[in-house]
């Protein structure tokens, strides 16, 4: 069974969007493991972002995630990685498709509602940086 992380980022708590996000996710058949809400410092969001601390928006992404509550899942299920990253759309907004997440929530390249995991390694050290075993349910 494959598992993934989903954050709900700060403009998507702000916006009011965390049970609509995660009835979509119920609604595909996919399964949440584990949840819990939390505040980023500064460090922590750089840490979680490391593969990006080259990039020109490193320092934009890393305040915008910690200038809010955001919601962390470990959601579970068949190809869950890519099912979530379809419910997401693409990472600008106006590039996602119709229906998708970041279409109907997202305001911004940056503010665009959510995470998740790329690839499995990926969804190994995303859930690992929140979740310990005991946090994540099997069922
Ligand atoms: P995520 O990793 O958050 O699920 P993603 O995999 O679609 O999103 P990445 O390329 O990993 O996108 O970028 C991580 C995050 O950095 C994006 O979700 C977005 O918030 C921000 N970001 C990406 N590209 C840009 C950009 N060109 N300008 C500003 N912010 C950006
Ligand atoms: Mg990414």
Avoid at 50 to 60: G, L, N
Wanted: proline content about 3%; overall charge neutral.
């Amino acid at each position: 069974m494959e598992r993934t992380l989903s954050i709900i980022k700060p403009d998507g708590v702000k916006k009011n969007v965390i049970g609509e996000v995660i009835k979509r996710f119920e609604t595909a058949g996919i399964k949440i493991a584990a949840m819990k809400m939390l505040h980023l410092s500064k460090p922590q969001a750089q840490g979680f972002y490391a593969v990006h601390k080259e990039r020109p928006f490193f320092d934009s992404l890393t305040d915008f995630m910690t200038s809010g509550p955001i919601v962390v899942m470990v959601l579970e299920g068949d190809g869950v990685i890519a099912k979530n990253r379809k419910l997401m759309g693409a990472t600008n907004f106006k590039d996602a498709e119709a229906g998708t997440i970041r279409k109907d929530f997202a305001t911004d390249i940056e503010k665009n509602v959510v995470h998740g995991s790329d690839a499995v390694e990926t969804a190994a050290f995303e859930i690992g940086y929140f979740f310990n075993g005991l946090e994540i349910q099997t069922r």
